[in-house]
Nanobody, 134 residues
């Protein structure tokens, strides 16, 4: 069992920055690929960013949705069992509840996989609200 707890959400003006965090506890964090999804009111939950498990090298493959590419950065700190989402140049359309997700996969995951395989996610966090004002 893996427990995921998000934090760092809040209210920010358009053009501003915010970093949300997801602390994991339970099974070996480094074996899990981690992702961020978001859900705006009246919309389906969508993929935002993902980072694969850290293998024998220091490199962890990342993936981003087109909506956030170039503005958001996902990273992980396996020593702290934490994954981060740094959000820059925020827009009002980024307003949503942001969810952390964990999936046990040993291979790098593509944007296509994250976009289409939500049902294969093993664990979800409870979500943190991000509101961007215009």
């Amino acid at each position: 069992q893996v427990q995921l707890v998000e934090s760092g959400g809040g209210l920010v003006q358009a053009g501003g920055s915010l970093r949300v965090s997801c602390a994991a506890s339970g099974r070996t964090f480094s074996n899990y690929a981690m992702g961020w999804f978001r859900q705006a009111p009246g919309k389906e939950r969508e993929f935002v960013a993902g980072i694969s498990r850290q293998g024998l090298t220091t490199y962890s493959a990342t993936a981003y949705s087109d909506a956030v590419k170039g503005r958001f950065t996902i990273s992980r700190d396996n020593a702290k069992n934490t994954v981060y989402l740094q959000m820059n140049s925020l827009k009002p359309e980024d307003t949503a509840v942001y969810y952390c997700a964990a999936v046990f996969r040993l291979v790098p995951l593509s944007t296509s996989w994250w976009n289409s395989r939500q049902k294969e996610i093993d664990y979800w966090g409870q979500g943190t609200q991000v509101t961007v004002s215009s």
